[in-house]
Every structure is written in structure tokens, then in C-alpha cells.
């Protein structure tokens, strides 16, 4: 098990179920908190609409020792650090936005065709995001949670 740091957000869910590799987690909002199923709260509210959401998790525990260590119906600690959050954040939503107004704008200062500037702006959001799939297409392990407890 890894022990989270001080800058790591924590999650707590339920075991459903085992794969391969790990535990299959159930990290649904409750409906008990009603803070949280009505939107407001904690920031995950917003899952709410879900019915499910399920997480499978990875162990350093052997797949036959899953079942003795963590029951179905057990109680589960998540964890994923601030940092990759905000970098998976950066390369999702800034990175390619951030390109496409510079291109946008180096060349309407050159007084190109007037579609053109439009044209490249969301000519480069679309290249940015496929070229992100595709640079973090199996690399996507670090921004995975990690299971604490």
C-alpha cells in the first residue's frame, strides 16, 4: 500500500469486485449527503447525475490474496496527488488552448485571409487534442488513483 502525502486528495469507496490487476471500486456520491447530490460541497457533487462510477484499482497484493484482504463491501481509500491532477489539467486544457491563440494571433498581426485566423485557432485545438490521445495513449498510469487503505 502507498501512503498518501499531505498534498495527495483522498476518496473513499466500496470494493464491488476483483479484476486481474486489482479491485473494481464503487466511488459513487452517496445520496445521504445531500450537500454533495445536489451539486454543492465537496466538488463531487457533480458526479452525481452518474448512477455509478466505478474505479479499478491496481494492489501489490497478489490477485488470490484480494479477496481475504479486501471483501466485497469493504471500505477503500483512494488516492491521486495534487500535482498530477494540476499537470493533467495543464496538458488537457491549457496546453492546447495557449497554442491555438498564439497561432491564432501571430497571424492575424501578419493580415492574413480573414478566415484564416478562425480556421487556425480551431484547427490547432483539434490537432492538440488528437496529438494529446495520442501522446498519452498507455501513459496514463501516473494520473490513475492509488489505493491507501
Known amino acids: ?15 464491488v469486485g476483483y479484476t486481474q490487476h486489482g479491485l473494481l471500486v464503487d466511488v459513487s456520491v452517496k445520496e445521504a449527503c445531500q450537500q454533495c447530490a445536489q451539486g454543492r460541497g465537496c466538488g463531487m457533487g457533480i ?7 466505478r474505479i479499478e ?3 501489490s497484493h497478489p490477485a488470490p ?11 477503500v481509500t483512494l488516492s491521486l496527488e495534487r500535482s498530477d491532477i494540476t499537470l493533467l489539467a ?12 498564439l497561432l491564432a494571433g501571430c497571424l492575424a498581426a ?13 484547427a490547432t485545438l483539434l490537432i492538440g487534442v488528437l496529438g494529446l490521445k495520442y501522446l ?3 501513459r ?8 491507501v487503505s
Not at 7 to 15: C, F, I, P, T, W
Not at 47 to 53: D, E, G, H, N, V
Not at 110 to 122: D, K, L, M, R, Y
Open 140 to 147: 496514463t498510469e501516473r494520473f490513475r488513483p492509488r489505493l
Open 65 to 75: 490474496l484480494l479477496g481475504e484482504r479486501y471483501p466485497l463491501g469493504s471500505q
Open 47 to 53: 458526479l452525481a447525475r452518474q448512477q455509478r462510477q
Open 57 to 59: 484499482v491496481t494492489s
Open 110 to 122: 501578419i493580415n492574413v485571409v480573414e478566415w484564416a485566423v478562425p480556421a487556425s485557432f480551431f
Open 1 to 15: 500500500m502507498i501512503k498518501p502525502s499531505c498534498d495527495a486528495l483522498k476518496r473513499y469507496g466500496s470494493v
Open 90 to 101: 495543464l496538458l488537457i486544457y491549457a496546453l492546447p488552448l495557449v497554442m491555438a491563440l
Open 136 to 138: 498519452l495513449s498507455g
